[in-house]
């Protein structure tokens, strides 16, 4: 993300003027939000905050593509049901605690 220096805001700045920064925020803006010169927060519009959380998504389900590939690659066709294994293991899978 491009930050233009005219963006960044030092906290005591946006307390001081939260009304006037929400307006600049609905109109597009992003702002970052500076406590002794280190950026702690960012006022965004929600349509940023929503593209975040489909990249979220995308990337999760990317991930987990990408298990389920290297498995079927690497498989060699032998299935071993999760009841089967956990009793091998000793493991109980009704226990609940």
Do not use: C, Y
């Not at 005219?6 to 970052?32: K, P």
């Amino acid at each position: 993300m491009k930050v233009d220096t005219r963006d960044i805001r030092a906290a005591s700045q946006v307390a001081r003027n939260f009304g006037h920064v929400t307006d600049e925020v609905e109109a597009g803006s992003t702002i970052i939000v500076v406590r002794n010169n280190v950026p702690v927060s960012v006022v965004a519009p929600m349509a940023l905050l929503e593209r975040l959380d489909a990249i979220d998504e995308r990337e999760e389900d990317l991930r987990l593509l990408s298990v389920a590939l290297v498995r079927s690659a690497t498989s060699d066709g032998v299935l071993v049901d999760l009841d089967d294994l956990a009793a091998e293991l000793g493991v109980d899978l009704d226990d609940e605690a």
